[in-house]
């Protein structure tokens, strides 16, 4: 069963950049998977951020999309976002997940807060 | 962009007693695209149900989910203690995901 682990600093200055990676385990980034970024502000909805595939294409919020990068390292089995100008908005709990196909999201991390603050 | 509207925000139930969850497209939506999800406080959502009405591996058989026209609904036949959480309904479409506001499920 696949396994997705967020990791990154849990605090981020405004106007910074917000880095996150995702381990994968038990499963390979070369799949044809989607690797995704979810987002959940404090008591609210969920915010769906991008994708991308093994192939490198990627598909992104148009809410978001001046902002975000998503990658891959395949190298290391892991995929990456990437959110600059951060403001306080941005503070929100970041899920890693993946979509295995069907149009939906069925593996998911455990989630990493990311607070923006000075 | 296609927007998911959940009714209602809240729904207080028993146990035992039956669950009607809807969720609205502004627009029409591929059965296919559509799937629901529970999260439970500081859990990551789980998801349910997709293509509208197919079970994810492992769900119970009292979480059932059907479509009419642009109106998704999820239902749980007999509510478990461990039922009580929020809902997400979530569509795919235009290569991108799009989430409703939430149902939650309360205990009566």
């Known amino acids: 069963q696949m396994q997705l682990q967020e990791s990154g600093p849990g605090l981020v200055k405004p106007s910074g950049t917000l880095s996150l990676t995702c381990s994968v385990s038990y499963d390979s980034i070369s799949n044809t998977h989607w690797w995704t970024w979810v987002r959940q502000p404090p008591g609210k909805g969920l915010e769906w951020i991008g994708e991308?595939?093994?192939?490198?294409?990627?598909n992104y919020n148009p809410s978001l999309k001046s902002r975000v990068t998503i990658s891959l390292d395949k190298s290391k089995n892991q995929f990456s976002l990437s959110l600059t100008s951060v403001t306080a908005a941005d503070t929100a709990v970041y899920y890693c997940a993946c979509s295995t196909g069907w149009w939906r999201i069925d593996h998911w991390g455990q989630g990493t807060l990311v607070t923006a603050s000075s | 962009e296609i927007v998911l509207t959940q009714s209602p925000g809240t729904l207080s139930l028993s146990p035992g007693e039956r669950a009607t969850l809807s969720c609205r497209a502004s627009?029409?939506?591929?059965?296919?695209?559509l799937a629901w999800y529970q999260q439970k406080p500081g859990q990551a959502p789980r998801l349910l149900i997709y293509g509208a009405s197919t079970r994810a591996t492992g769900i119970p058989d009292r979480f059932s989910g059907s479509v009419s026209g642009t109106d998704f609904t999820l239902t749980i036949s007999r509510l478990e203690p461990e039922d009580f959480a929020v809902y997400y309904c979530q569509q795919y479409g235009s290569s991108m995901y799009t989430f409703g506001q939430g149902t939650k499920l309360e205990i009566k």
């Open positions: 991308i595939q093994y192939s490198g294409t990627t």
């Open positions: 627009q029409s939506v591929s059965s296919n695209y």
